[in-house]
């Protein structure tokens, strides 16, 4: 029972673990590509993607409004994205955003990384424990914390990758995190974006591979594995973005 408990915990914190970014020096020529990363704390998962030919934008969370729903919170969010047709990228609970801004402007292409395309791709009995509004209760304190259970839970094997989920966790936003947690209990897309694909590590417990039918496997991949696996998973969405096979 304790197991499941903090196993259950974990997930809470993991949705919101991955928006204020370094900024990127381009050139004129690039195309502009905008990432969501996880919902409260910085982009620093992106660190280690590389992009040559596209300029990334960081998109940066915004304080939500009392009981605002997931489309009205993304209308206002999508002011940030000042390009016609967009080329875009979502990570975890970010994706989740970057679908709800996909249903509202015209996307050139979108990727979503370790994240959901439909309520399908959720565990909805975690979903279900969220709707009962356990998260009210959970200490931000703890959400914070990282032991060697949280390492496990996101995969986190090197002590580059420890550390930097222990930043990632140490910025969490407790108010934005729990507005979250109400938000993706109730989130009920059902059509999967178009233009879109989907890259999934086979040993996500965050969001767990056994529910999602990704375009891309990465074996052994975490829900870290923008920041560990970043060489495979870049080369995945150039050839994407360049309509290369």
Not at 32 to 49: I, K
Not at 63 to 69: R, Y
Not at 187 to 214: C, K
Request: hydrophobic residues 40%; charged residues 20%; glycine residues 8%.
């Amino acid at each position: 029972m304790k197991a499941g408990l903090f196993s259950f915990i974990l997930l809470l914190g993991s949705l919101f673990a991955f928006c204020q970014a370094p900024e990127d020096t381009t050139g004129e020529k690039q195309k502009t590509v905008y990432l969501f990363s996880g919902l409260g704390a910085d982009a620093s998962p992106f660190t280690n993607l590389d992009l040559p030919g596209y300029q990334k934008v960081y998109i940066s969370w915004i304080p939500p409004l009392p009981d605002e729903s997931l489309s009205h919170y993304a209308g206002r969010i999508k002011s940030q994205i000042t390009v016609r047709n967009p080329y875009i990228i979502g990570l975890s609970f970010g994706g989740v955003i970057a679908v709800e801004v996909a249903k509202q402007i015209e996307v050139e292409k979108m990727v979503l990384i370790s994240s959901a395309r439909t309520r399908s791709d959720l565990n909805q009995v975690h979903c279900f424990f969220m709707r009962l509004g356990l998260y009210r209760i959970i200490p931000g304190a703890l959400l914070r914390h990282t032991n060697f259970l949280t390492y496990s839970y996101f995969g986190a094997r090197s002590e580059k990758d420890k550390k930097a989920l222990m930043n990632l966790l140490r910025g969490t936003d407790i108010s934005l995190f729990r507005w979250g947690l109400k938000s993706i209990a109730g989130w009920d897309n059902r059509e999967p974006p178009e233009r879109t694909i989907q890259i999934h590590g086979t040993a996500d417990r965050v969001i767990s591979y056994r529910f999602v039918h990704p375009d891309y496997s990465i074996i052994g991949g975490g829900h870290l594995m923008v920041f560990n696996k970043a060489d495979t998973i870049s080369k995945i969405i150039m050839n994407y973005f360049n309509d290369q096979p």
